[in-house]
T-cell receptor, first 112, second 112 residues
Framework: DSGVTQTPKHLITATGQRVTLRCSPR?????VYWYQQSLDQGLQFLIQ???????AKGNILERFSAQQFPDLHSELNLSSLELGDSALYFC???????????FGPGTRLTVL | AQSVTQLGSHVSVSEGALVLLRCNYS??????LFWYVQYPNQGLQLLLK??????LVKGINGFEAEFKKSETSFHLTKPSAHMSDAAEYFC??????????FGQGTELSVKP
């Protein structure tokens, strides 16, 4: 158990819909990272937050957005969903001053 | 920009045999390097990391990796494979923003 939690574990929805994925980092970790894992793209960095502020952006679509709340949990919002958005979405947290990231169990999104 | 190449998308070894998973990286700055393991339907677990100092890094479950700057490599080894080692292994490099850039992964199969 990494100490990072993600909900829900599975999500099945239809094209055009909007979903929200939630992540709680390890206690005390201020940095949260979101990654997408798909068969064709592999593991891709999406976005990073540090203590509520966006710090880095990767290959994140404009239809996707995220935020980090004062209690440090983070949400990834995916809208106007397409079939190609079906993937595993991971969040990870990093301790301040540390280098390694600890990953949550992921949310498997299926868009039908 | 950093990048990671994992040689071999699938490696098969016999139980008790040496495990060698290859990783080469590209980085314009001294790299932070990581190996993660992903068991089916689970998140990523950190096996080991290299940041600075000793170039031979020991990790969990008997794995180790050696950082070779001259060869830009960070290969993962284990002297004797166990059935429980069957999983997908990812090599990653961390950039200045500490986000992880992953290789495409190597699936390790262990034959009895």
């Amino acid at each position: 158990d990494s100490g990072v939690t993600q909900t829900p574990k599975h999500l099945i929805t239809a094209t055009g819909q909007r979903v929200t994925l939630r992540c709680s980092p390890r206690s005390g970790d201020l940095s949260v990272y979101w990654y997408q894992q798909s068969l064709d793209q592999g593991l891709q960095f999406l976005i990073q937050y540090y203590n509520g502020e966006e710090r880095a952006k990767g290959n994140i679509l404009e239809r996707f957005s995220a935020q980090q709340f004062p209690d440090l949990h983070s949400e990834l919002n995916l809208s106007s969903l397409e079939l190609g958005d079906s993937a595993l979405y991971f969040c990870a947290s990093r301790p301040t001053g540390g280098n390694e990231q600890f990953f949550g169990p992921g949310t498997r999104l299926t868009v039908l | 920009a950093q990048s990671v190449t994992q040689l071999g998308s699938h490696v098969s070894v016999s139980e008790g045999a040496l495990v060698l998973l290859r990783c080469n990286y590209s980085s314009s700055v001294p790299p932070y390097l990581f190996w993660y393991v992903q068991y089916p339907n689970q998140g990523l677990q950190l096996l080991l990391k290299y940041t600075t100092g000793a170039t031979l890094v020991k990790g969990i479950n008997g794995f180790e990796a050696e950082f070779k700057k001259s060869e830009t490599s960070f290969h993962l080894t284990k002297p004797s494979a166990h059935m429980s080692d069957a999983a997908e292994y990812f090599c990653a490099v961390s950039d200045r923003q500490r986000k992880l850039i992953f290789g495409q992964g190597t699936e390790l199969s262990v034959k009895p």
